[in-house]
């Protein structure tokens, strides 16, 4: 495998139920990229995007056939844990969803319950909180609640918290979808600043949000990969029509 | 279109219908405890409620009443929660949603309205008779407990079901475990929530007669229980004895009301500790 591919999907089919979401999904998604997922709602993306943490399978009665190979291991193999998974492959949410608990504690939370033996706490949420920009903002009242944070606020401290667990792969649900327009340009920045050291696989329903921070764009319609390429070529000389129709407004 | 004022007339008259309904319920209750109090606070003394019965219970107090239905209520509520507790989560978080688990619960909310004197013959044939437990506080509390058992269920139902999804979504989504994520984010949660419909189960539990005169309630014992299998006297019970069966009825109707009086304290009070440890859970949750 391209050393440069961190995962891999293979003929991928998702069901719900009877119907299916994702129909022979085949593509590859590489490291230290930022990848936009984009489509009309219902398109499949988000499903997608919970495939690769096996988020779904939270869900009763869903069914996946074929492979996501993560370092060439197939993530849905009968021996695989999904908390071994989602380790190493966290998860931004579409609402910022924070725990009712302190922000110190909303860092150390995964670390501490999965065991990966942090030496120094005070310095992991320290730097986490760097990392989402956020320290300067919270340094002071480590110690309060989450819950009084702005939204836009609340959303860095659930990246930091993601990347409290040192992940490879950073997989975002429009983060930006429930922000004000200066909080979505901060987590952009972010965006720009965090592919340095992580791979990450965003679902975004603004265009312009695809081709500002994007490397890769992959276009979904009614559970179909259309056309997935560099973002530049799509937005600008897309190869199939129906990307095209999408991008430039004429659907979805 | 309707005028405008006819709406706003349609609407008080609604109003006025719920503020009505209201009333006449706060009114009902606060009737009750005020003919209670008034006539039960003559008997209410200090040696009232620390010495035991006299003269063929007739005078004296009714301290091993008092002591015996704290025992059962206590007892009652460290059998009813933690299996009710345990099975709420089985049945929210765990089971597979589907017929089966529908079934289980129809049959709970059907426990929930079982007559409580069918509990005290559960208890009477299985704790005191099978399991050979005798009447004692520890059979008494078994029965009570299952009793408040689909209350307990119920409610934490409602409140497990009540944390937002999303919370569960962000504690796996970091590599937590399903059962760290319960107990460290799901529980701490529903708890207040759990205990709110707790509190009803637990002054269910306290208050009543049936499910213990076959299990743990003793007519009459002057001596204090020294161990779980000992029996022991009970508020509702000892007002069921003295207004029906005592020794003289008409002459100890001051005991009774004030033995009402004591029941309705001692509910209340173990309420008032529940609703303590609630608001205290409550202080730092906010979503």
């Not at chain 2, 008092?66 to 299996?83: D, E, M, N």
């Not at chain 2, 497990?160 to 701490?188: C, D, H, M």
């Not at chain 2, 204090?224 to 069966?245: C, N």
Request: charged share 20%; with cysteine.
């Amino acid at each position: 495998m391209d050393s440069n591919v961190i995962i891999k999907l293979n003929k991928v089919n998702f069901y719900y139920g009877q119907s299916r979401a994702l129909t022979d999904i085949s593509m590859k998604f590489v490291k230290n990229k930022v990848t936009a997922l984009i489509g009309p709602s219902g398109c499949g993306k988000s499903t997608l995007l919970r495939l690769l943490n096996r988020m779904n399978e939270l869900i009763d009665a869903t069914r996946v056939e074929g492979e996501i190979l993560f370092e060439e291991k197939n993530i849905y193999a009968p021996d695989v844990d999904p908390v071994e998974i989602r380790r190493k492959i966290g998860m931004v949410f579409q609402k910022p969803n924070p725990f009712p608990k302190t922000i110190y504690n909303n860092i150390s939370y995964g670390p501490k319950l999965t065991g990966i033996g942090v030496r120094d706490m005070d310095a992991l949420v320290e730097r986490s909180l760097k990392q989402a920009v956020l320290w300067d903002e919270v340094k002071d009242i480590l110690n309060k609640s989450a819950m009084n944070l702005s939204g836009g606020q609340q959303q860095r401290l659930c990246i930091a918290r993601a990347l409290a667990m040192k992940p490879d792969i950073l997989l975002m649900d429009e983060p930006t979808s429930a922000l004000d327009p200066i909080s979505t340009a901060k987590i952009e920045e972010l965006i720009e600043e965090l592919k340095k050291n992580y791979t990450i696989i965003i679902v975004t329903h603004n265009m312009q949000q695809a081709a500002r921070i994007s490397d890769e764009t992959a276009f979904f319609y009614l559970g179909n990969l259309v056309e997935y390429n560099k973002t530049e070529k799509i937005f600008t000389n897309p190869d199939v029509k129906q990307t095209e129709d999408y991008i430039t407004g004429r659907f979805g | 279109m309707k005028s405008l004022k006819w709406r706003y007339f349609k609407q008080s008259l609604f109003f006025g219908a719920v503020r009505l309904s209201a009333l006449i319920i706060a009114l009902a209750l606060g009737g009750i405890l005020f003919y209670i109090m008034v006539n039960g606070i003559g008997a209410i003394s200090w040696d009232f409620i620390t010495k035991p019965p006299t003269d063929s219970m007739t005078k004296g107090g009714i301290m091993p009443a008092i002591l015996g239905t704290i025992y059962l209520t206590i007892g009652a509520i460290a059998i009813g929660l933690p299996l009710g507790i345990a099975s709420a989560i089985y049945l929210t978080e765990y089971a597979k949603q589907g017929r089966v688990i529908r079934l289980i619960k129809v049959g709970i909310n059907c426990l929930a309205g079982v007559p409580s004197v069918v509990f005290g013959l559960f208890g009477l044939g299985f704790f005191v008779i099978f399991l050979k437990f005798g009447s004692s506080i520890l059979s008494g509390s078994l029965t009570l407990g299952f009793l408040i058992l689909p209350t307990i269920i119920g409610a934490s139902e409602e409140a497990l079901k009540s944390v937002p999804q999303t919370f569960r979504e962000a504690s796996l989504s970091l590599g937590v475990s399903k059962w760290q994520t319960i107990y460290r984010i799901v529980l701490p949660n529903a708890l207040p929530g759990i205990l709110t419909g707790s509190i009803l189960g637990i002054g269910r539990a306290a208050g009543e007669t049936a499910p213990i005169m076959f299990t743990a309630a003793a007519y009459f014992t002057a001596k204090l229980p020294g161990s779980i299998f000992d029996e022991v006297m009970a508020l509702p019970y000892h007002i069921y004895v003295l207004a029906t069966a005592g020794t003289n009825i008409e002459a100890t109707r001051p005991i009774q009301f004030g033995t009402v009086l004591v029941l309705v304290a001692v509910v209340l009070s173990i309420d008032l500790v529940a609703i303590i440890i609630r608001s205290y859970m409550r202080k730092n949750k906010r979503w």
